[in-house]
Each structure stands twice: as structure tokens, then as C-alpha cells.
């Protein structure tokens, strides 16, 4: 039973152009929507947060949108660098469910120079 | 600030033995948890301690255990390791003001044969 899903297992892109990765979700009782970076051979790195109560959130070129009727929520990166290159993770949380975190599959971002 | 920090970085062992792994939170948070993650999926929530006390624990055996130490570290310990033990395990810690946010060590890659 996977709350959190990925369903593009890989996505490739231009440099300077944006890039749209999805995450839909299960779950109508998650609080907040994390994304991660993960680049080989590290721990995943926060990047951006969103609580259920809103539907957007930006930092700098990160900028995560939240569809709650669509249990749907997505990360853009605008302008694509060749050092966002790495696999992306959406993780969801319910706080009356021991903080823990729950992944997607990842999606594997290429920014092409 | 050092980070969330793991050791040992990579181990080998048999089947049937026995495995300690430990894991530094960022200094201040009083929150750590453990994630298993296997190759080409997201990582799995295994423990969570708060204030040395389990807060909650995902769908993995009795095998697995942790203990949080006074001073916030943990240890995952993991017995009569099988080969489907085989994966990287990811600490991560939080703080009690953004408890939902959390930051991830390196990891440890942990290789059972």
C-alpha cells in the first residue's frame, strides 16, 4: 500500500528550463510535504516544505504546490542547473502518526549543460 | 554546525550476526530517526526516539532495535542479520520547533553476504 507516490521514475531536462516533478498521495490526514535531494553515496538533503494548510510555498528557485482535492503535489525548479542533477524525493508526514516520514520511490532529474 | 553524522560509513557482514550502527544528531535536536533504504526506493521509517523514549516504530522485525543515550545519540542495533538486510540506513534528527522537518546523516552501507 504506497501512500506516496512518484509515478515518473526519471525525468530530463534543459539547463535554464524548468523542472516539474509530481507526487500524488493517498493519505487526506498528512500534514506536511517534504521534498529531498539525493545525490549518490550522501544522505538525502532537505529542500523545501509545505504544510497542508497552504498550497504554495517558494524558496529561491524551489517552489512546491500543493492540490489537496487532488492529493497531488508538485516541485519546480526554476532555472535547472546541471548541479540539481541528482533523484528527488517527496515525503509526507502525519503528526498524530509519530513523525514519520513517508517516501516516494524517487525521481531521477537530468539536467542536460 | 556539523550535520547529522554516522558511523561506521560502510560494513560487510554474515548472515546470522549481529550489527551496531550509531548515529551524532545536529546539536540542539532531541529527536532521532532511523530509515532503511534499499535500492531504487524511497527510505523506510524504522524507529523514531524522542527524549530517549520511542516515539514510534515502523513494520520491520524484532530483530531490529534502538536506544537513544542521554546526550540525544542512538544506536540501531540489528540481529541475526539475513541477506535482505542489506541496504543504506539513514539517521535522521529534527528539533522540537520544526519537529516535522527533518536532516539526514550520510548514511551507513550496510552489506550482509
Known amino acids: 500500500d504506497q501512500q506516496v507516490k512518484q509515478n515518473s521514475p526519471s525525468l530530463s531536462v534543459q539547463e535554464g528550463r524548468i523542472s516539474i516533478l509530481n507526487c500524488d498521495y493517498t493519505?487526506?490526514?498528512?500534514?506536511?510535504f517534504l521534498w529531498y535531494k539525493k545525490y549518490p553515496a550522501e544522505g538525502p538533503t532537505f529542500l523545501i516544505s509545505?504544510?497542508?494548510?497552504?498550497d504554495k510555498n517558494e524558496d529561491g528557485r524551489f517552489t512546491v504546490f500543493l492540490n489537496k482535492s487532488a492529493k497531488h503535489l508538485s516541485l519546480h525548479i526554476v532555472p535547472s542547473q546541471p548541479g540539481d542533477s541528482a533523484v528527488y524525493f517527496c515525503a509526507a508526514l502525519s503528526m498524530d502518526s509519530s513523525y514519520k516520514l513517508i517516501f516516494g520511490s524517487g525521481t531521477r532529474l537530468l539536467v542536460r549543460p | 554546525d556539523a550535520g547529522v553524522t554516522q558511523s561506521p560509513t560502510h560494513l560487510i557482514k554474515t548472515r546470522g550476526q549481529h550489527v551496531t550502527l550509531r548515529c551524532s544528531p545536529i546539536s540542539g535536536h532531541k529527536s532521532v530517526s532511523w530509515y532503511q533504504q534499499v535500492l531504487g526506493q524511497g527510505p523506510q521509517f524504522i524507529f523514531q526516539?524522542?527524549?530517549?523514549?520511542?516515539?514510534g516504530r515502523g513494520n520491520f522485525p524484532d530483530r531490529f532495535s534502538a536506544r537513544q543515550f542521554p546526550n540525544y545519540s542512538s544506536e540501531l542495533n540489528v540481529n541475526a542479520l539475513l541477506l535482505g538486510d542489506s541496504a543504506l540506513y539513514l539517521c535522521a534528527s529534527s528539533s522540537l520547533r520544526s519537529s516535522y522537518e527533518q536532516y539526514f546523516g550520510p548514511g551507513t552501507r550496510l552489506t550482509v553476504t
Open positions: 526516539y524522542y527524549e530517549k523514549e520511542e516515539r
Open positions: 493519505n487526506s490526514m498528512f500534514d506536511y
Open positions: 509545505i504544510s497542508s494548510i497552504k
